[in-house]
């Protein structure tokens, strides 16, 4: 407990999916927290269970991926709490899962708004704030950002900009106290990786869960728990890291999990109320007129 005390953090991608046990892991352990998403994500309801909970939290919704909103969320953290110590570059998207050849050029940029703009412009727009706190990034990377990720490869190649991006941000910025460091999951249980809510169909999630050793998804709070580590003084001497939270994925070499015998496939309970692992969006959003949201 009260390992962020006394920090404000914001979280993107907050109101669904990984973002939502980011958001409660850092509150209950004494951090403010700025819960930003979509205007039609969950953001309002997490903020309502963190304060019911005891701790304490705002809203920010927008899309993140445009400069100007993304410097307002920055202002809103220091406006509503202060100062600002640790930017979670969570928000992403992974709207379909199709050959190359085949894949919607509409999906690519969606993905590069979502993926690279938001990391991009959250982490430009949070610099001067964390250079006053001595304060952190810890962005969302991917084994597929290190392997690849066949049926989604502009996915992997997204997730790669942010493992770079971060290795750059943690070397330019270490004169000012400033760390970046990237949490990479491998298949966790959200939207994303069940077929009744994401873009795989039922074979690839078949492969997709056997394909790790450990036989599971990972559940949202496991990777919650890395953030935390990285995001807090616990980790001072990490900087420019890759920590891979995929149940052996990254070094597997067939599918392992298909051995892995049923008691030991359940995934553990955590201690956080988790209500919208599964709220998170796959699929692209268009405003009024029709316009892909972005820029
Ligand atoms: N789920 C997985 O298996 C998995 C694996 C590896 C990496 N990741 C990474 O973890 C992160 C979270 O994934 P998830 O499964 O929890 O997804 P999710 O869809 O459940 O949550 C992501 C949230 O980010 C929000 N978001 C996306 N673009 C935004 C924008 N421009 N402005 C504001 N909000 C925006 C979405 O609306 C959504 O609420 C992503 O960056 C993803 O690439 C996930």
Redesign the pocket.
Known sequence: MNRLQGKVAIV??G?????EAIAKKFAKEGASVVV???PE?PVQAVVKEITAAGGRATAFE????SQAVAEACVQTAVGQFGQLDILIN?????PAATELDEYPVEAFEYMV???IY?TFHMSRAALPELKKTRGNIVT?????GHMGEPMNTPYGGT?GFNHAFTKGIATEQAKYGVRANCV?????D????HKETGPMTSQMEKQTVEGVPMGR?GT?EEVANVYLFLASDEASYVTGAIYFVDGGVTISKSSSGAQVPADLKKEPAGELDIQHSK????EIRHDDAGKMV?H
């Open positions: 993107t991608g109101g669904a999916g990984i973002g930003a998403g979509f994500d927008g899309d993140l991926s969570n928000a992403g998207a992974f708004k979502n993926n938001t969302a990377g991917s084994e597929a997730k990479g999951p491998g298949p966790i959200t939207a994303w990786t998804r949202t709220d998170g969006h796959t972005g």
